[in-house]
């Protein structure tokens, strides 16, 4: 059960770390989705097999088995799309990960943004978690319309230019409309651990995405403040 108490498809996280763990599956049900944990590899499997998951993260480096023994072990009752997360210099293990059957993985560090958009992606793709998602691939919300697939915001109808991170920023706000995007939340998926600025960073941010999409910047309607804690996206 996430926190707004809607039940999305299951994501299994089979993680060592607690605090990466912890802020994978935070990510996870801020988007929406179910997270059950797992902290090695016979726990992993075991849980897979119980939950039959809609997604699989799988960290390479694990205590006792491996990431890649667990991956071939899911493998042999399951085609659950599987992540591995893998560590920056281990070309290797992304190689094998895939030959035994990962659709795909993220190096650490990533971004909790992009994570998500893999996690997204590979769900779509899954036939058979198909019935949990429905086509979002466009946002709609008052005057603004964001086409994921084309990377094209409009207001109006009319073609806006926006940079690659204010992009980041208005996507991750609207998939939250009319819900609060707390400011720590949307550093980490926009900026991730990439995120070297003081915090102005992402009010100068918003202010640009302000002055391209509100008719007033001054006085926005939809990219509006939550005083103290972050921003809102308002289906105006
Ligand atoms: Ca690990």
């Known amino acids: 059960m996430n926190e707004t108490g809607r039940r999305g498809p299951l994501v299994v996280v089979i993680e060592d770390e607690p ?36 997604l699989v993260l799988l960290d390479v480096m694990l205590p006792g088995m491996t990431g890649l023994d667990v991956c071939r072990q899911i493998r042999r009752d399951s085609d659950v799309p599987i992540i591995m997360l893998t560590a920056r210099d281990t070309e290797a293990d992304k190689v094998a990960g895939l030959e035994l059957g990962a659709d795909d993985y993220v190096t650490k ?4 943004r992009e994570l998500m958009a893999r996690v997204r992606s590979q769900i779509r793709r899954s036939s058979r978690s198909g019935q949990f998602i ?8 008052g005057r603004i319309t964001l086409d994921i ?24 706000l609207m998939r939250r409309t009319n819900r609060l995007s707390g400011r720590d939340v949307i550093i980490d998926e926009v900026w991730g651990s990439s995120y070297f600025g003081d915090t102005k960073t ?17 006085n926005p309607v939809q990219i509006v403040t939550v005083r103290g804690l972050g921003y809102k996206f308002v289906d105006g």
Not at 109 to 112: A, E, L, N, R, V
Not at 207 to 217: A, G, I, N, V
């Open 149 to 172: 697939d084309a990377h094209e915001v409009r207001v109006d109808g009319e073609v806006v230019e926006l940079r690659p991170k204010e992009f980041e920023l208005l996507e991750t």
């Open 109 to 112: 560090p990533f971004s909790m």
């Open 202 to 218: 992402l009010d100068v941010h918003i202010k640009r995405l302000r002055q391209k999409l509100e008719t007033d910047p001054s």
């Open 19 to 54: 605090a990466l763990a912890e802020s994978v599956r935070f990510a996870l049900e801020t988007e929406g989705f179910d997270t059950v944990g797992a902290v090695d590899g016979v726990d992993g499997v075991a849980t897979v097999r119980k939950h039959r998951p809609a």
């Open 134 to 141: 429905e086509s979002n691939e466009v946002l709609r919300g």
